[in-house]
């Protein structure tokens, strides 16, 4: 696929996501990450994992999610994989900056590709074949490659990023990013074309990122510098990322830095953000139900209904989600998917009382 | 209350009942009389006690349930309350007759209020005073006296007792019985007045019944003589039982007999019979919903959330029921409460799959 040299290629795989949108279905110790939402019935994660196995064999490729996850997610994920568990969140800036430390540490001059553990992507050579012309131009041009995808409606719950002048086929300066634009914005940005989605995945040198992140983010940068003195990366990342301030890499180093370029992804992508984008991808009955697991519908219409350990049933409803999980029940409309988690914080402030 | 000998009363509570309309929340080992519907937060059947003891001490009051619900149910009776299984369900009119049975062999000329045990009535003093009305006059008159709630709406799901001439005060013949009106007719029979929904609410001497019976209902009354060669009536139960025509006492006995009474009920009744019935009992937040137990509602006008054993949480929705119970979940419009036993029979064929 590339004359480069393959082995300076690892993956960063991000699994450290909460997913409360799926409450009560994902939970804190099951994480959306981990629930069968992919296609094939299994989890995103492994998913994942088989992706990435198209760009690093196992052992080149890193999991960060969070500690008490470490050994589920180990689960998932091809024998050899290293997966290490941050001691606390801190979004994704610090998490990238710590595995390009360490990548470059073991391979001096290493890329790497940054993928989200929780979108789902059907065509994998495409996505293959994507990645493997990100990297070779993150090597080659020492840039910041981020893959945009083509938006297919006015969401307002993503970032987007406007392309500037051509820099090769299917690729881009950046003219500008927009995090979660209003509706309207949206609609604009769909109208005018050249916007794409952020989808959080991303291809560059360790060298190239570390040097981008001492400009843009210094503080963090050195908030980061014990790493390296660290003989083990678990260790080392124990005693730093507590000290690191929690951003994303998008606004630590991608709005900020020069030498930033898009890639138009060739691949379909979701981010099964809620539950009608995961309804979206599963067989429907002759009324246009979703049912999974132990759910019964009589008399419904377009509803979502999820039964794990025990029964959901749905009687008379229309474009309705009802999910009963782990000793716990939801019922909203389906276009109310995005405010799940307001209901999830307020159940688990029940709980605590 | 009465000059006549106390001792001569007796009470049957009818607790036979499956309740599969607060499904999940009610099933067969914990039915709607043992749920917590009771305004004071017990349950029906324990209410139900509360009022037989105004009528008849506890030994001279027997409770008939199902044979595997007979410690549930006695645990819900005052200490010496008689409670007996039936090996089968064979609705009313055999349950009833075989009570008369024994109530007239240990105490010849005894008579009886038939009390179902699902009910909510909150006051006592009119019931009592109503159900000593009616069993003096079935003492005095010899009658079969059937109890009618003035209607307050266009009920379907009851049956309807026309009035005839008067008989005494708040005492009438009875003209007609119609079970299960069409909406039309329920609503001619409130505009025309004189109609009472028929609530199973009975007083009689256990002779006068019987010998309506054996009037009416010939074979189901040669059907239970064996249970007077019997020296226990539970073991003379569980042969003869079995053996009996299922049928109501209204469609055996009152429907045929010439001596029928009605007395207009001046107490309230409610046979909630479904979760609109049982909200409309229950104190609302400030947005008209009825929360139970670890319910969460964020957005939510007007519905009943119940959660029990397990958080139910509700998002956006209007006149809604969401019920997590016993490892089931049920969500459905509120006034499709009468259709919930479809969806809980759906789920029992899907959980014997």
Chains 1, 2 share one sequence.
């Not at 196995?53 to 500690?67: F, G, H």
């Not at 938006?151 to 307002?156: G, K």
């Not at 990366?233 to 630590?252: H, K, M, N, W």
């Amino acid at each position: 696929m590339t004359s480069e040299p393959m082995s300076h290629r690892y993956v960063l795989v991000l699994a450290g996501g909460r997913g409360e949108r799926f409450w009560p279905w994902s939970r804190p110790e099951r994480p959306k990450q981990l629930l069968p939402l992919a296609r094939d019935g299994g989890s995103l994660l492994a998913a994942t994992m088989a992706r990435a196995s198209k760009l690093a064999p196992p052992e080149r490729c890193l999991v960060l999610t969070s500690a008490d996850l470490v050994e589920r997610v180990r689960a998932e994920c091809p024998r050899g994989t290293r997966v290490i568990g941050e001691p606390v969140g801190r979004n994704t800036a610090p998490a990238i900056a710590a595995a390009a430390m360490l990548f470059q540490r073991e391979t001096p001059g290493a890329s790497f590709a940054v993928l989200p553990a929780d979108h789902a992507i059907d065509d994998r050579d495409a996505f293959a074949a994507d990645l493997d012309r990100a990297l070779t131009a993150a090597e080659q041009e020492r840039v910041l490659v981020t893959i945009g995808i083509p938006p297919s409606r006015p969401e307002t719950g993503f970032g987007y990023i406007e392309r500037g002048a051509a820099a090769g086929e299917r690729r881009y300066r950046v003219a500008t990013f927009t995090e979660k634009p209003s509706r309207d914005r949206a609609e604009e940005f769909l109208r005018r074309g050249g916007f794409y989605w952020n989808a959080g995945i991303f291809a560059w040198r360790a060298d190239v990122f570390l040097e981008a992140l001492k400009k843009t983010r210094p503080a963090l940068a050195r908030a980061l510098r014990g790493l390296a003195e660290s003989q083990d990366f678990q260790t080392g990342l124990d005693r730093v990322l507590p000290e690191c301030e929690s951003i994303s890499v998008d606004y630590a180093v991608l709005e900020s830095a020069d030498n930033v370029m898009v890639l138009e992804a060739s691949f379909d992508w979701d981010d099964l953000g809620s539950w009608a984008a995961w309804a979206r991808r599963q067989p429907r009955d002759e009324r246009g139900n979703v049912l999974y697991g132990d759910a019964v519908a009589v008399e419904c219409d377009d509803c979502v209904v999820v039964g794990e350990g025990g029964i959901a049933a749905a009687l008379g409803l229309r474009s309705m989600v009802v999910v009963h999980a782990a000793g716990a029940t939801l019922t909203c409309p389906i276009e109310r998917g995005e405010d799940v988690r307001r209901v999830s914080d307020a159940a688990r402030a029940r709980s605590a009382r």
